[in-house]
């Protein structure tokens, strides 16, 4: 039985005596009482009251101890919280560093893979323009084999800085690119005639001679050198050329006059050498013979 039952029982007994005392006759609102048993009732109940005060203090002191333990409670679940929070966004930051790391390998792996491509790419280029390169002067090179070469040289070469200037148009000075290597490689070269003379003199022609529709045994060479054609400027070049051109005509017409019909070769030998310089004159000279 707890204080508070035990004070309850005390207070009925008191109760319950004080309703079964003897009235006192001189005044009725007062009564007889035992005095030690009065006395004892008394003493039981102040016990009840310290036991009481005892619960109440241990009451409160557990309650006390339980707030203080619950709040301890509480801060350990709000630590633990924050810690495990705190482990929670370390392992997202340290999940996102390593994803970034691996965005940033591919970045690179991707960007080492463009560099090679653009190598490879600028290398075939490269190599192609080379090629086109070699083509373009092989297909100049064949000039060599007509009559007016230095004109279709002159003709190509004006045609390349039309292109040119073309492409500078609206450039910065400082911008503007000479390819040197588009630059004719054929200037100033003369076109070369080479005559056989073994077969002029097996012919029993002399040099000097009449070969044929006008053909003279002797033929000056041009002068190929580099040194010579840079000794000339453009404009004499191109004077030279046209001056040549019409001398050649004007000396084969003369000749021709002069000489007649051309001399007949009976044997085959000999009429197949004087077809084939009668041919190369007309190459040479571009006056197509009848």
Not at 21 to 32: L, N
Not at 157 to 174: M, S, T, Y
Not at 209 to 230: F, W
Request: hydrophobic share 30%; charged share 35%; aromatic share 4%.
């Amino acid at each position: 039985m707890n204080a508070n039952d035990k004070t309850e029982k005390v207070l009925r007994e008191i109760h319950i005596m004080l309703s079964k005392a003897e009235p006192y006759k001189p005044e009725p609102s007062r009564v007889i009482i035992n005095k030690q048993q009065m006395i004892d009732l008394l003493a039981e109940l102040n016990k009840c009251i310290y036991a009481m005060q005892d619960e109440y203090e241990l009451t409160e002191q557990s309650r006390n101890h339980a707030e203080r333990e619950f709040r301890k409670k509480g801060d350990q679940i709000v630590w633990d919280a924050s810690r495990k929070a705190e482990d929670v966004y370390a392992a997202s930051v340290i999940y996102t560093d390593e994803a970034l790391s691996r965005v940033r390998d591919i970045i690179n792996d991707t960007n080492e893979s463009l560099e090679k491509l653009c190598k490879n790419m600028k290398d075939k280029i490269a190599e192609q323009e080379k090629i086109v390169k070699t083509n373009q002067y092989e297909l100049k090179g064949q000039l060599q084999d007509l009559s007016d070469t230095e004109k279709y040289l002159k003709i190509i070469d004006d045609r390349n800085k039309e292109i040119e200037r073309q492409k500078n148009a609206g450039k910065p000075v400082e911008e503007r690119t000479i390819d040197n290597e588009e630059k004719s490689i054929y200037a100033n070269r003369q076109t070369e005639i080479k005559v056989n003379m073994d077969y002029i003199r097996k012919l029993g022609l002399a040099e000097g001679e009449d070969l044929g529709d006008g053909v003279v045994g002797e033929v000056k060479l041009a002068d190929d050198t580099p040194d010579a054609g840079l000794n000339h400027s453009n404009d004499k070049d191109e004077a030279k050329a046209a001056g040549s051109k019409s001398s050649v005509d004007e000396d084969y017409k003369a000749i021709s006059r002069k000489a007649g019909n051309p001399p007949v070769i009976n044997t085959k030998e000999g009429k197949e050498l004087t077809d084939g310089i009668h041919r190369m004159w007309q190459s040479i000279t571009g006056n197509k013979g009848k």
